[in-house]
């Protein structure tokens, strides 16, 4: 069956890249509607976005939504890995700025408050999109693959010169509370030259050292530390499953990630929708509910969140 969160949860902070704070809530809602967010700062026009892949904008360091009327939501992912992650199919999300809080930089405040609210089951079927034949996307060595597959498994590869994140490699199926377990505390990362770049451009003004891993050469420069030892890998598969949830209902595929982010993402869920022999609308029944990401989640696990 779908599912919504039992009761509203709200989030306050600044948002990565804009610095500008904002108040975001998740509420519940019906089956059949869907993740969709409304911007309640704006005034004169449609506030409502939909969490949907083909709203998505692309843009190299978030992910940002832009609705008909031109109102944009700015790096939604962390937030919709969360829903993914925890398993909840419909949510109305209202936020009064234009980017979502950034938070710890990870998913773990989302998650924690969502699982706290609780899960309520829904009276509707839930569908899902199986992936029939591999689909592949690629710019320049970066690339980004679905292959079929009984269930969500996310399989994500970086190498960095970087010697504090170097080459990591990490496979991990996201049923029975994975993505909290071992993906939701992993926090966005970027490198110490890379920050002068993006603030020149007006970017990662909310940025600090404790909601991103910052490195430079063989040092982690935030205090700390890092959370996991290939922490930078973890945040990608926790970045990819947010990015995957804008299909709009849970894919039953491999995903496989080479150097790829947010836009690489985003050209795959295209290019798999662009050609209708690649995927088909499947009822879940009780087996394939049972490895859907969220599913199998006790609250035990968010013992594992930082
Ligand atoms: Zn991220």
Redesign the pocket.
């Known amino acids: 069956m779908q599912t919504t969160i039992r009761h509203s949860v709200s989030f306050t902070g600044v948002g990565l890249h804009s610095g500008q704070p904002a108040r975001l809530t998740i509420r519940p809602a019906s089956a059949d509607h869907g993740i969709w967010f409304c911007r309640t700062d704006v005034i004169g026009c449609d506030p409502l976005i939909p969490a949907r892949w083909d709203v998505a904008e692309h843009s190299p360091l978030c992910t940002k939504l832009v609705n008909k009327d031109g109102v944009s939501l700015s790096t939604v ?2 937030v919709m890995a969360a829903l993914a992650g925890t398993g909840i199919h419909n949510a109305l999300i209202e936020i009064d700025g234009p980017e979502v809080p950034i938070l710890d930089g990870s998913a773990a405040q989302f998650v924690r408050g969502i699982v706290k609210q609780g899960v309520r089951l829904l009276a509707e079927p839930l569908y899902a999109i199986e992936v029939l034949k591999p689909v592949f996307v690629q710019k320049g060595d970066a690339t980004a693959s679905l292959s079929p597959a009984d269930s969500l498994r996310i399989d994500f590869e970086i190498d960095f010169v970087d010697a504090a994140i170097g080459h990591q490699q990490k496979t991990l199926h996201m049923a029975n509370g994975t993505f909290v377990r071992e993906l939701c505390d992993s926090r ?1 990362f970027c490198r110490a030259s890379d920050v002068e770049m993006m603030r020149e451009k007006g970017l990662a003004l909310g940025g600090t050292m404790e909601n991103a891993v910052v490195v430079d050469g063989d040092e982690v420069l935030s205090p700390g530390g890092l959370r996991h030892t290939d922490e930078p890998v973890r ?1 990608k598969m ?2 990819a499953l947010g990015d995957l949830a804008l299909a709009g209902a849970p894919i039953l595929g491999l995903y496989r990630g080479y150097k790829a982010g947010h836009t690489l993402t985003n050209m795959l869920l295209r290019a798999l929708f662009a050609d209708p022999t690649a995927y088909r609308i499947v009822d879940c029944d009780a087996a394939c509910v049972a490895r859907l990401p969220g599913t199998g989640l006790h609250v035990s696990d968010l013992a594992a969140v930082a």
Request: hydrophobic share 15%.
């Open positions: 992912e962390h966005t945040h926790l970045d």
